[in-house]
């Protein structure tokens, strides 16, 4: 027989690479801005139905960004030991009604050493990237805590982590079972505009 994948979780996973990847592409927009930040016009159709200043799309398109990335870490078994060192938890750290990828046949938690590795980036910066990431969701986003101090490069780590986190869920999830997600947000090129045709979570990104 078969094996019964839950298709629910592969769904709501490609839900989240693609709430990742829309925040990166925010997040290159900022970078962009060497002056003042355009105005931000949202049509539903030619309908313009919002209007106002673009931070109200980039600060939370990055911010649920950041919230999607600790679930999918957090899915793989994986947590910050520190603000720049990861560790992997153990089956028994899981609360009831926690979905883990061990629960999928065929899959299982892969270490920080497999995490942190095969990427374009040094494995030292991508751990330093996902620990950040998961520190900036704890103590950044998820409480009201004074714990959590922006600095100089955090830009930089988040920017890694957007890429390298879609690519892990490829790795560790869809490569092994050989399932594809169905694409769910798709881009018009613009000459003007940063890249985004890989914003689709039916799409493979590449492990960076």
């Known amino acids: 027989m078969e094996p019964v994948y839950p298709s629910a979780e592969f769904d709501l996973l490609a839900y989240r690479v693609d709430s990742i990847k829309v925040g990166r592409v925010a997040l290159h927009h900022m970078a962009n801005w060497e002056d003042a930040a355009p105005p931000l016009r949202v049509y539903f159709g030619d309908k313009l ?7 109200g799309f980039t600060n939370t398109a990055i911010e649920i960004a950041v919230i999607h990335s600790r ?5 793989l078994g994986i947590k910050a030991e520190s603000a720049d060192r990861l560790r992997q938890i ?9 979905a883990g990828i061990e ?3 065929g899959l299982r938690m892969p270490s920080v050493a497999e995490v942190i590795n095969g990427h374009e ?3 030292d910066q991508v751990q330093t990237a ?7 969701a704890n103590k950044g986003l998820a409480h009201m805590t004074s714990g959590f101090i922006p600095k100089d490069g955090d830009h930089v780590n988040a920017d890694i982590a957007f890429r390298v986190i879609p690519g892990l869920v490829w790795r560790c999830v869809f490569d092994p079972l050989g399932i594809a997600p169905k694409q769910r947000v798709t881009a018009r090129p613009r000459e003007d505009a940063i890249s985004t ?3 689709a979570g039916g799409e493979r990104p590449p492990v960076t």
């Open 71 to 75: 679930a999918i870490m957090d899915f």
């Open 103 to 105: 629960g999928i046949p």
């Open 90 to 98: 153990s089956a028994r750290e899981r609360k009831g009604g926690d």
């Open 121 to 123: 980036v040094p494995p």
């Open 130 to 136: 996902l620990s950040y990431v998961l520190y900036m």
């Open 49 to 55: 139905v919002i209007d106002g200043s673009p931070y």
């Open 197 to 199: 045709s890989n914003v």
